[in-house]
């Protein structure tokens, strides 16, 4: 089979084990999207640091897995259904505009982004990579196919 392009109309539909209504109508469920190049490199870019000398004159090297997973939310969530704050209420996904290497891209506001902990940051990250290296059979099932 040949190479196949990324799907980059392609959502997904998630829901988390971690909620305890997995699987149930009441259920937390999460919109996610595929990442493009642009947006891939600038995380991965992000994500290792090198500084020379800050740690009594070596090298330093760091990598930001919570942060990259972070950036990842950022731009491969899309949307979410019955995601409610502490009180019960659902809040409200709201986005807004991030350039990246000339690109304009919609993306989590940060209000929200706030609001999802860093276990659930870290599964929605995992889930919005798998998005990214879609399977024959997957790709026949997205809204894109």
Do not use: H
Not at 53 to 69: H, I, P, S, T
Not at 82 to 105: L, W
Request: proline fraction near 1%; glycine fraction near 8%.
């Amino acid at each position: 089979m040949a190479i196949k392009a990324l799907t980059l109309s392609a959502v997904k539909t998630v829901e988390s084990k971690l909620d305890e209504a997995y699987g149930t109508p009441d259920a937390t469920r999460f919109t996610i999207g595929a990442i493009d190049a642009f947006v891939a490199a600038y995380i991965g870019d992000r994500s290792l640091t090198f500084t020379d000398g800050e740690d009594n004159g070596r090298a330093v090297a760091q990598v930001k897995l919570n942060e990259a997973n972070l950036e990842y939310v950022r731009f491969g969530l899309k949307g979410w259904e019955k995601f409610a704050d502490a009180k019960g209420n659902e809040v409200v996904f709201a986005t807004a505009e991030k350039v990246v290497m000339g690109k304009k891209y919609q993306v989590v506001a940060d209000d929200c982004l706030a609001l999802i902990d860093a276990e659930l940051t870290g599964w929605l990250a995992r889930e919005i990579k798998a998005i990214n290296t879609v399977s024959a059979d997957d790709a026949g099932k997205s809204v894109a196919a």
